[in-house]
């Protein structure tokens, strides 16, 4: 079955960076767009990067410029390079897919900027 695993959260100060990746099974990886959501406290789940089959990326302008999505297809693994995070970047960041009409999410990562 599809299987999408997050890791890479943590702690950080305002200004430091980190990398997220996603491990996904269950599915050809390849020839499907992935994405990253997020969601704070209090707010609806947002998407934060995506990429599809090809590589092509899209990004909202809250994170356009500091956030970096890739995708390594031999690994199956889709990544989220953030940098110059913000105390706003705080949220647990899901893994996403879509397979027909049905989304996939994985369990999600915390990631907590302080200020």
């Known amino acids: 079955q599809v299987r999408l695993v997050e890791s890479g959260g943590g702690l950080v100060q305002a200004g430091g960076s980190l990398r997220l990746s996603c491990a996904a099974s269950?599915?050809?990886?390849?020839?499907?767009?992935m994405a990253w959501y997020r969601q704070a406290p209090g707010k609806q789940r947002e998407l934060v990067a995506g990429i599809s089959s090809s590589g092509s990326t899209n990004y909202p302008d809250s994170v356009r410029g500091r956030f970096t999505i890739s995708r390594d297809n031999a690994k199956n693994t889709v990544y989220l390079q953030m940098n110059s995070l913000k105390p706003e970047d705080t949220a647990v960041y899901y893994c996403?897919?879509?397979?027909?009409?049905?989304?996939?999410w994985g369990q999600g990562t915390q990631v907590t900027v302080s200020s």
């Open positions: 996403n897919v879509a397979i027909g009409t049905t989304g996939y």
């Open positions: 269950g599915f050809f990886f390849s020839i499907r767009a």
